[in-house]
């Protein structure tokens, strides 16, 4: 992964990173929306200028890649890229609430 995708994309928005969570297998955007609200329980709701402008962004950056289009819905899924920033993303995740349980156990 060059410096320029990790520095763009480590630490993620929540947006982004729910984006890719949902491309783990074929999705198209109105569906990574309602899944999404689904993960979430509604309480991120992505907008559609935010989701396609993502989208568009990820594709470029080679981190998504588009499979196929049907009836005129785009379909998308995570690169191995795409994954490799996930996963660096899911640790980071992982070390800050280590670091949070850690950080209160020793408050109480």
């Known amino acids: 992964m060059d410096s320029h995708i990790k520095k763009v994309y480590v630490p993620m928005t929540e947006t982004g990173f729910y984006i890719l969570l949902c491309l783990r297998r074929e999705m ?50 995570i690169t191995e890229l795409g994954q490799q920033v996930l996963d660096l993303e899911m640790k980071r995740i992982e070390r800050l609430y280590a670091s949070m349980k850690e950080a209160a156990g020793y408050e109480g």
């Open 28 to 77: 198209h955007g109105y569906s990574i929306v309602k899944e999404v609200e689904r993960l979430t329980g509604g309480e991120i709701r992505i907008s559609p200028g935010t989701l396609y402008g993502s989208l568009g962004k990820m594709e470029k950056d080679g981190l998504i890649r588009f499979v196929k289009e049907e009836e005129k819905r785009r379909i998308y899924v």
